[in-house]
């Protein structure tokens, strides 16, 4: 299990390495171009700690650009509804910068705030993975907004 952490509070993350590379394998898929999907978890006892239990790819609406992505919803309902039944819960979103950091955009930072305001999202403290590629290497970025706050960095403990 990989822990990832910030430096101004307790707030963890904690992701297995086969779901890292899962979202490895979804990004070597589109190669040059951007993709991205949903974050599935659970939240401890205390409220302190996201634990994220599955990762799901693209949905087949996704729209994959050089320097864009915009995930599909085809299907995320009802697969999230499963999951809801079994103690599991929508905790955020991840997406894949090909050849560049794992840096949040302004659109990222939007994106996250719009999120975390929604009631339709259900989810005040969202969580985004952004995975990034220096040289050849993959490298990972996770961020969180917390009720519309600007993004807080979290990184490998």
């Known amino acids: 299990?990989?822990?990832?952490?910030?430096?101004?509070?307790?707030?963890?993350?904690?992701?297995?390495e086969n779901l890292l590379s899962e979202v490895r394998k979804f990004c070597i898929e589109k190669d040059y171009l951007e993709t991205g999907g949903i974050l599935v978890g659970m939240y401890d006892?205390?409220?302190?700690?996201?634990?994220?239990?599955k990762v799901i790819g693209p949905p087949s609406d996704s729209k994959h650009g050089r320097t864009t992505f915009v995930?599909?919803?085809?299907?995320?309902?009802?697969?999230?509804?499963?999951?809801?039944?079994?103690?599991?819960y929508y905790i955020g979103e991840w997406h894949y910068h090909p050849k560049a950091l794992p840096i949040a955009s302004s659109q990222d930072i939007k994106q996250m705030k719009k999120?975390?305001?929604?009631?339709?999202?259900?989810?005040?403290?969202?969580?985004?993975?952004?995975?990034?590629?220096?040289?050849?290497?993959?490298?990972?970025?996770?961020?969180?907004?917390?009720?519309?706050?600007?993004?807080i960095e979290f990184i490998r403990a």
């Open 1 to 16: 299990m990989i822990t990832y952490k910030n430096g101004t509070n307790n707030i963890k993350i904690f992701l297995a």
């Open 71 to 88: 995930r599909g919803t085809k299907g995320v309902k009802k697969t999230l509804d499963i999951l809801w039944k079994e103690g599991q």
């Open 115 to 151: 999120i975390s305001k929604s009631i339709l999202y259900r989810c005040p403290e969202p969580v985004m993975l952004i995975v990034g590629q220096d040289n050849e290497e993959f490298i990972e970025t996770f961020y969180v907004s917390i009720n519309g706050s600007d993004l």
């Open 45 to 53: 006892p205390d409220l302190q700690s996201a634990i994220i239990t």
